[in-house]
């Protein structure tokens, strides 16, 4: 069974750095592009980064320059390095496979996804 | 940025009923919009992509619809587990973007 589980979510001050991480199973990593989308508590999803097979990255206006997506594929994980974060960044955050190798940018696996709470 | 706009923000309905839920999009996305069913505490699921192609375990009562600029997804009768929110999503042009949601909440 295809699985993804994101971790290293938690509290962090205004200014601070996290990497999330997201291990995957249960299918080919390497062909397929792979996304982080957040989910600010009681509102919509909101994209944030994708990843295609090839390693270009693609950044939410929001996050470019603070965030950097980046994968393993000989550990079939996909990661997120957050720095400078703000209260605005607060979410959960999921990770998502998209479609394909990256041209169909649908979300078809999402993981149960971790909460980053920016907070003094 | 392409902005997705849902209507109705709440649907209220009976299980058996039919639920119609609005997508418009701020400019033309040919047929990339995709569907999810978000339910309370758990990840988003695919119902629906390409406008009109059902994502591999959902039922036959979901379908996609439109072109352009205007979408719509049906459930020809509600089961008491498709009440949920649902979230449109384009994939034509960087950046991504969701939908504001639809809630479909039990009349």
């Known amino acids: 069974e295809a699985q993804l589980l994101e971790s290293g979510g938690g509290l962090v001050q205004p200014g601070g750095s996290l990497r999330l991480s997201c291990p995957a199973s249960?299918?080919?990593?390497?062909?397929?592009?792979m996304s982080w989308v957040r989910q600010a508590p009681g509102k919509g999803l909101e994209w944030v980064s994708s990843?295609?097979?090839?390693?270009?990255?693609f950044h939410a206006d929001s996050v470019r320059g603070r965030f950097t997506i980046s994968r393993d594929n000989s550990k079939s994980t996909l990661y997120l390095q957050m720095n400078s974060l703000r209260a605005e960044d607060t979410a959960i955050y999921y990770c998502?496979?998209?479609?394909?190798?990256?041209?169909?940018?649908?979300?078809?696996?999402w993981g149960r996804g971790t909460l980053v709470a920016v907070s003094s | 940025e392409i902005v997705l706009t849902q209507s109705p923000a709440t649907l209220s309905l009976s299980p058996g009923e039919r639920a119609t839920l609005s997508c418009r999009a701020s400019?033309?996305?040919?047929?990339?919009l995709a569907w999810y069913q978000q339910k309370p505490g758990q990840a988003p699921r695919l119902l629906i992509y390409?406008?009109?192609n059902r994502a591999t375990g959902i039922p036959a009562r979901f379908s996609g619809g439109g072109s352009g600029t205007d979408f719509t997804l049906t459930i020809s009768s509600l089961y008491p587990e498709d009440f949920a929110v649902y979230y449109c999503?384009?994939?034509?042009?960087?950046?991504?973007?969701f939908g504001g949601g639809t809630r479909v909440e039990i009349k």
């Open positions: 249960g299918f080919n990593f390497h062909s397929y592009a």
């Open positions: 400019q033309s996305l040919s047929n990339s």
């Open positions: 998502a496979k998209v479609r394909d190798w990256g041209t169909i940018w649908y979300f078809d696996l």
């Open positions: 999503q384009q994939r034509s042009s960087w950046p991504l973007t």
């Open positions: 990843i295609n097979g090839g390693g270009t990255t």
């Open positions: 390409d406008t009109s």
